[in-house]
């Protein structure tokens, strides 16, 4: 029994790569814009400081954390999320794109593209 653990370990560490890959693919086919707020950060173990942020989709609240970037604004910033629009819970946030101050608010439902110029390169996947 136990000499086929390693096999089956293998093809279980396989199958949720495979799973977290299609998932990101998904969210990259269906994904809608909107704005992340800024709420925080905390200290992880592993990759060092970690922002905190939250973002809303038809009147639901999200949130997330992701690796401080060098130099990123944390005081009252905003930063564009992409979001998968069957299934928000999965989502990116692209710390590289603040919001401009000329866009004060986010439709219930995101932007099908960014309202403003980003470049291709930062959204692709």
């Not at 096999?7 to 396989?14: E, I, N, S, T």
């Not at 949130?63 to 928000?88: C, F, H, V, W």
């Not at 919001?99 to 986010?106: E, L, R, V």
Request: neutral net charge.
């Amino acid at each position: 029994m136990w000499k086929n653990l390693p096999v089956f370990l293998l093809l279980a560490f396989g199958a949720l790569i495979y799973y977290y890959f299609q998932r990101a693919d998904e969210v990259h086919a269906k994904g809608k814009y909107t704005i992340g707020y800024i709420d925080g950060a905390h200290w992880a173990v592993k990759s060092g400081r970690q922002i905190d942020y939250s973002f809303s989709v038809a009147g639901k609240s999200y949130t997330g954390g992701e690796d401080e970037l060098p130099q990123m604004q944390r005081d009252n910033a905003r930063y564009l999320i992409k979001y998968d629009s069957t299934s928000p819970d999965w989502h990116a946030v692209y710390f590289s794109v603040p919001i401009p101050d000329s866009i004060t608010d986010a439709p219930s439902n995101g932007w099908q593209e960014p309202p403003f110029p980003v470049p291709a390169k930062i959204l692709q996947r």
